[in-house]
């Protein structure tokens, strides 16, 4: 599977495609993408919508694809542009960088490179997503003010793990990771996240994804097990290839009993896309915590060989 469609909504506000000259309605977050055969450069096509959109109202954008070839070479030349820029957008809050499809370009042939100018460029920035991981670098992550962290990617590497979790991110309540699948630079096995499970990184954090893994059973268990799902109020497992063996080890968690923890804050489950059995599946029904067990999936088989598809890896 594959991301197929751009996002409609980002920072709790419409998207739409900029088009110059073309202003949208009020509350528009306008997504700046190149086309394909665009002889435009991203820096003058950033510097004529800033042009018309620009200045202090300017709190939310969106970065699309920025040209084929470019975007399996890197991005250093979109991050250079944004952050000389931001004098120009003094009160972004939010940013999507990378929302690309697979028509324009794999999630795992996005590649990066050194993205460390982008978050100290923009400190009222609040939300921050980026889709691809491939060279991906943030350096020393440091930010007083983000408060949601999201990395969407078909292989999530452990050292770009190794980076987040030793962020100072002092007001981040929601931290959103694709871990994607091994053959396009994931992770083989949960030990990479045990600074992240023992539950003491980033002491405002509310909602914890792990998503679109690869070794759904091994995170299910390695969760079910953990400090952290004691300390968030939603654990997010979606978009991945669970099943019964991840499903079973969540049931017989602590935080999900009757007798729960003292302490325990955790009231959803996200499970979504997964390939649990409906036995077992339905036993998350009436349990003290709202689960998400919706878009079960079945295997596919090739050569009497049976795989389960997690939503984006290649």
């Given at each position: ?34 086309e ?26 969106v ?52 993205v ?20 991906l ?15 969407e ?29 091994e ?44 400090p ?78 049976s ?8």
């Open positions: 599977m594959a991301i197929s469609e751009h996002a409609t909504t980002f920072a709790g506000r419409p998207v739409q495609p900029y088009e110059p000259g073309s202003p949208g309605p009020a509350g528009t977050v306008y997504r700046l993408t190149m394909y055969d665009s002889k435009e450069s991203f820096a003058d096509r950033l510097d004529r919508f800033l042009g018309e959109h620009g200045g202090p109202g300017l709190t939310a954008l970065i699309g694809a920025w040209g084929y070839d470019d975007m399996m070479q890197g991005s250093g030349e979109v991050v250079e542009a944004l952050a000389s820029n931001a004098g120009r957008m003094p009160n972004l809050a939010a940013l999507f960088f990378g929302d690309i499809t697979f028509e324009e370009c794999e999630i795992s042939w996005i590649v990066h490179g050194d460390s100018a982008l978050l100290p460029a923009f400190p009222r920035l609040t939300e921050f997503r980026i889709r691809g991981a491939s060279n670098t943030f350096g020393s992550i440091k930010h007083p003010a983000l408060r949601s962290f999201a990395v990617s078909g292989g999530l590497p452990a050292a770009l793990l190794d980076e987040v979790f030793a962020a100072d991110l002092p007001a981040l309540g929601h931290l959103e990771l694709w871990l994607g699948d053959g396009y630079g994931g992770i083989g096995n949960t030990a990479p996240l045990d600074p992240l499970l023992a539950g003491g990184l980033f002491p405002k954090l509310t909602y914890l994804g792990l998503r679109n893994s690869d070794i759904g059973d091994e995170v299910g268990k390695a969760v079910a097990a953990a952290v799902l004691n300390r968030v109020q939603v654990m997010d497992l979606s978009l991945g290839n669970m099943g019964d063996e991840g499903g079973q080890a969540l049931l017989a968690a602590p935080a999900l009993g009757a007798a729960r923890p003292a302490g325990c804050r955790l009231r959803k489950l996200d499970l979504h896309h997964h390939f649990m059995t409906p036995a077992v599946a339905a036993r998350f029904a009436g349990l003290p915590v709202e689960v998400d067990v919706s878009d079960a999936k079945e295997p596919d088989t090739y050569d009497d060989e795989y389960r598809f997690i939503t984006a890896s290649e």
